[in-house]
């Protein structure tokens, strides 16, 4: 299944939920682009506020990677406890179906960004950055990255000594305010 949506962007962020909550204080690393929690992500967007557009494809395997007219490609292991993965379209009405094709579970999601640089932490009224968020059944794995990017390197080297392993529990709540300044630290927008 492929769909599209202008995505509301808020703080330069918008949510892979699992079920009605996102638990920000899980998340244990960031590639620059995609924030795994202990259940659903963050994608870390170029804009600080303003719609994106996001398309998504949920696939019961892995496609080829192609690079296309992409600036940017990464990839992670997502877990779903709750079978209900999706992006959360923000201030929008409508929603983008479930990431999730086998329910409950680990699933690989692929992130295609591309328009990053244009507006970095501007407003956009109109949608200038677009993404591609493949999702697939598969157990965890390594992070991969496909096409780089400064950010996305920027974002590597500061994270380089922080273990990405598979989670073994959730992670212990670190509070709110201290995780956001941490995302925000990674992004260089403290």
Avoid at 108 to 119: E, I, K, P, S
Avoid at 121 to 130: A, I, M, S
């Amino acid at each position: 299944m492929d769909m599209s949506l202008a995505v509301s962007v808020n703080d330069g962020l918008f949510s892979i939920s699992d079920g009605e909550t996102v638990d920000v204080n899980s998340t244990r690393w960031s590639n620059g682009l995609l924030a795994p929690m202990d259940s659903g992500a963050w994608i870390l967007t170029g804009i600080h506020t303003g719609p994106v557009s996001v398309r998504t494809q949920v696939l019961d395997q892995a496609p080829p990677v192609e690079t296309g007219s992409w600036e940017e490609i990464v990839e992670a292991s997502v877990h779903s406890p709750d079978g209900a993965m999706f992006v959360d379209p923000g201030y929008v009405t409508d929603e983008l179906p479930y990431l999730t094709a086998r329910g409950p579970g680990w699933y690989r999601l692929r992130v295609h960004a591309t328009g990053r640089t244009h507006n970095p932490d501007g407003t956009d009224h109109d949608p200038v950055e677009q993404y591609l968020i493949t999702a697939w059944p598969q157990e965890w794995t390594e992070q991969a990255v496909h096409l780089t990017s400064t950010a996305i390197e920027d974002a590597l080297a500061a994270h380089a000594g922080e273990p990405r392993g598979k989670p073994a529990a959730p992670a212990p709540a670190a509070g709110v305010s201290a995780e956001r300044a941490r995302l925000l630290r990674h992004l260089g927008r403290e």
